[in-house]
């Protein structure tokens, strides 16, 4: 506020000192006018005008005597009228009548009259007849004429410099008069200025004697203590909650009994322990004017309240991490037998059994594929929850990835007598980039479900990618059936977890309720979007759309090798390590059938002492097995083999994946394991090794 009244009379200052040297400037300049118009040199140029004029008439007279009555004595008169008049001339062509005279443009006049009596002098020095003396006269005529135009012009002149000089003294008095006004207005805005700012420095002293008092009672009010202390750390004013605080009654009696700091303490407060065993949090701040400003707070109860939110954030953490270690154990303890109930069935649909027997597995192996969607199910729920969901990167073929999906799921559309078809719409990309894993479990689900709800009608699947917006163009997956569609009022819980349409459908088409809500957490996680249009009795369209990703610059393996009956001709020696006799019964069976050899550790430690005494082709290692573990194992077998090494564990978390990615596995599979994942996977590890020079150990040996 101070600087711009400082401004502002600088200003006024700055327009009266102004005017003042315009008042000074139009005061010269009306002296010089007045002067000017009060110089006699032009009144001596018409008087010499005049005189000339005299002087002219006067030769003449003469002249015209000396015709009538010549003689000498007529003669001289003439001779001395005409130097009379000569001097007249004279004057005009020195000193100031001459500069007059050149400052008004009229030294051509005399310069003329000049000539004419240059003339003449030798004229009126031969003359002695009175015929002489009547041409003279004759002559003069020209000569007057000329005098009487000097002198008019001089005259005129005259006029002319007067009029000037009297505008200009004229302009001079209104800039006088101006500047007096200029002068007087700026004088009276500079007092009323001057006023008004007193008026404001008292009604702001006024106003900060108020916010003071309004500051000393706030501080007075404060919950925290507050006190304040000069350059040299003695304390000069504190307000009551200080003196509770620190229980002292004066500012005697604080010092260094107090414990306080006496210098600034930086972003980092000080702790003080008081008498009483509460705890104050001090801060010590530097003071524009070099006094120091301490705040004090007890922090007791906040510190009472850190410790016990600690304590509950550890017991939080230890109980996620024992939810997260029980989630490990039953995903093991569950997936374990799983395996060994899965494998055998689907070893058995291989055999040749009665008709009856054949539908009595087909049956048992279809409800142990049902309990495992929903153990996966769980799990996922379960690592959704638990923030452990992790997506990977690579390149897929998204028309491949919807032929699979749809090939995978036609079985069960034939069961319901469903029609099912897929299409591709318009340009999409060969390839993209992205978690195909992810994307296929997202469109499985959605075309399961569509499949489960539209018996004896038609699901359609469809895959497009729309235009580039905001985020970028997207992969858009929608499904479209003919069955029952869904209500209104139960639109809404569609994607919440453990939501079904109504009891009614849990008991006639089964399911946990999970799927959909693991969806959706799956494309949020892709940064993609879900969403659905549903109409009872005809039908709903379910979609979900991700980024398209650029593929990299080098192609991929696919995504997955589409699905087709196991190998019959597998060549290659496989090691097996596994402690479940059950599961190495189920793997040796997939893999001699597929015409593998197979030989068979049941932990990590013979199978390093096998890896040494003997050459493998290929390594199918258990995780979790007593005396060495197969992390512990692939770790050793890497030192004498670069044979690939798949990992085989009931643990489907990504921890644990990338734990034997670490080891140095090449390749992981869930348990429960299918015979056709399982020899797919080997098969194809093997035609690698191929593929770089390196066949199977037995033809090594026939070698």
């Known amino acids: 506020m101070a600087r711009p009244i400082l401004l502002r009379h600088a200003l006024m200052a700055t327009v009266f000192l102004c005017f003042a040297v315009s008042l000074w400037a139009a005061y010269l300049n009306l002296r010089s006018a007045d002067g000017a118009i009060r110089s006699r040199l032009a009144e001596n140029a018409v008087w010499a005008g005049a005189q000339l004029q005299t002087e002219l008439a006067r030769f003449q007279g003469t002249v015209q005597s000396a015709a009538v009555r010549p003689g000498v004595a007529v003669k001289d008169a003439v001779l001395q009228r005409f130097d009379l008049f000569w001097s007249r001339v004279a004057l005009f062509r020195s000193g100031d009548l001459a500069g007059f005279l050149d400052s008004e443009g009229l030294s051509g006049h005399v310069a003329a009259i000049q000539d004419d009596l240059d003339r003449l002098d030798p004229v009126l020095a031969a003359a002695g007849d009175p015929d002489d003396f009547r ?24 006029k002319n410099r007067v009029a000037s000089l009297t505008a200009q003294r004229d302009e001079a008095i209104r800039y006088v008069s101006f500047s007096l006004l200029g002068l007087l207005v700026t004088g009276l805005g500079t007092l009323v200025s001057l006023t008004l700012s007193l008026r404001r420095a008292r009604a702001a002293e006024t106003r900060a004697n108020a916010a003071r008092d309004r500051l000393t009672a706030a501080v007075d009010t404060m919950s925290d203590g507050f006190a304040l202390m000069d350059s040299d750390g003695a304390f000069r004013l504190f307000n009551g909650r200080f003196i509770d605080l620190f229980q002292r009654a004066n500012v005697a009696d604080f010092g260094a009994a107090t414990g306080l700091p006496t210098r600034p303490t930086g972003e980092r407060p000080v702790m003080v322990t008081l008498d009483d065993g509460r705890r104050a949090e001090i801060r010590v701040r530097a003071g524009s004017d070099g006094d120091l400003v301490c705040l004090a707070q007890d922090v007791t109860q906040r510190e009472r309240w850190r410790a016990e939110t600690e304590a509950a954030r550890v017991a939080a953490e230890s109980s996620n991490a024992a939810k997260s270690r029980f989630l490990a154990m039953m995903s093991h303890e569950i997936r374990t037998p799983l395996n060994g109930v899965l494998g055998l069935l689907e070893a058995l649909m291989d055999e040749r059994l009665p008709s009856a027997a054949h539908r009595h597995v087909e049956t048992a192996l279809r409800s142990a594929g049902t309990l495992r969607t929903v153990i996966d199910d769980l799990l996922d729920a379960s690592k959704i929850e638990a923030g452990e969901l992790r997506l990977s990167r690579r390149d897929f073929s998204p028309a491949a990835l919807l032929a699979e999906t749809s090939d995978l799921l036609r079985p069960n559309a034939r069961s319901a007598n469903t029609r099912l078809a897929n299409r591709v719409v318009g340009s999409v990309p060969a390839r993209a980039a992205g978690d195909p894993d992810r994307v296929r479990q997202v469109l499985a689900n959605l075309v399961g479900n569509a499949i489960k709800f539209t018996p004896d009608g038609t699901v359609d699947v ?11 163009p997207t992969l858009t997956f929608a499904v479209r059936d003919t069955g029952i569609g869904i209500s209104q009022e139960h639109q809404d819980d569609v994607f919440r977890p453990f939501q079904q349409i109504d009891s009614g459908y849990v008991r006639k088409f089964g399911g946990t309720g999970l799927g959909l809500a693991i969806s959706k957490a799956l494309v949020e996680a892709m940064d993609g979007a879900i969403g659905f249009e549903s109409t009872p009795g005809e039908g709903s369209r379910f979609w979900f759309t991700i980024p398209l990703q650029k593929a990299s610059a080098a192609p991929d393996l696919p995504v997955r090798p589409a ?23 189920v793997a040796r069976t997939f893999l001699k059938g597929a015409g593998f050899t197979v030989e068979e550790a049941e932990n990590g430690a013979v199978a390093v002492e096998m890896a ?8 199918l290692m258990d995780v979790a097995m007593p005396v060495m573990d197969g992390i512990e194992a692939t770790r050793r077998i890497r030192t004498l083999s670069k ?6 564990s009931a643990h489907a978390f990504e921890e644990e994946i990338q734990r034997c990615r670490d080891a140095g596995m090449d390749d992981y599979l869930a348990k429960p394991v299918g015979k056709r994942d399982l020899v797919d996977t080997v098969s194809s590890h093997l035609r690698r090794q191929a593929s770089r020079g390196r066949p199977p150990v037995s033809e090594r040996i026939a070698c």
């Not at 190998?567 to 006799?581: C, I, P, Q, T, Y």
């Not at 003997?614 to 390594?619: I, P, Q």
């Not at 044979?643 to 085989?648: A, K, Q, T």
């Open 643 to 648: 044979m690939p090494i798949i990992g085989l």
């Open 612 to 619: 040494e005494n003997s050459s493998y082709d290929l390594v």
């Open 135 to 158: 041409d003279i006269a004759d002559g003069i005529d020209g000569l007057w004429s000329k005098a009487q135009t000097l002198a008019a012009a001089i005259m005129q002149a005259e």
């Open 462 to 472: 469809e895959l497009s990618v729309e235009p580039a917006g905001a985020a970028g």
């Open 563 to 585: 699905r087709r009956p196991a190998a019959k001709n597998g060549s290659g020696r496989v090691l097996l390590v596994e402690d479940s006799e059950t599961n190495r019964l």
